[in-house]
């Protein structure tokens, strides 16, 4: 079992920049890829990024790619999500979810993650 807890999210103006974080419960962190989600106003739950458990691969939406940076610390457990450049249609709640780790590749799906936290917004304002 993990648990997942979010912070860092808040109101920020376009162009501008919020790190994420997700601290993790358990023994076996580095054990699990680690993946964001975010679903915003009346859209459906979709991929944002994800990192293998030792954090030598990563994956990333094509609408995020180069704004967005994922990393993890398993010495402590954590994940982070660096957003820089936000735009207004960033605005969402932001998920951590940790998943079965894979050596080839990255699950992108949310079937692929079976712990989630509890999410934060992010708002990004024109």
């Known amino acids: 079992q993990v648990q997942l807890v979010e912070s860092g999210g808040g109101l920020v103006q376009a162009g501008g920049s919020l790190r994420l974080s997700c601290a993790a419960s358990?023994?076996?962190?580095?054990?699990?890829?680690m993946g964001w989600f975010r679903q915003g106003p009346g859209k459906e739950r979709e991929f944002v990024a994800a990192?293998?458990?030792?954090?030598?691969?990563?994956d990333y939406a094509d609408s995020v790619k180069g704004r967005f940076t994922i990393s993890r610390d398993n010495a402590k457990n954590t994940v982070h999500l660096q957003m820089n450049s936000l735009k207004p249609e960033d605005t969402a709640v932001y998920y951590c979810?940790?998943?079965?780790?894979?050596?080839?590749?990255?699950?992108?799906?949310?079937?692929?993650?079976?712990?989630w936290g509890q999410g934060t917004q992010v708002t990004v304002s024109s």
């Open positions: 990192v293998s458990g030792s954090g030598s691969m990563t």
């Open positions: 979810a940790a998943g079965r780790n894979f050596p080839q590749f990255l699950r992108i799906d949310i079937l692929g993650y079976d712990y």
């Open positions: 358990g023994r076996t962190f580095s054990s699990y890829a």
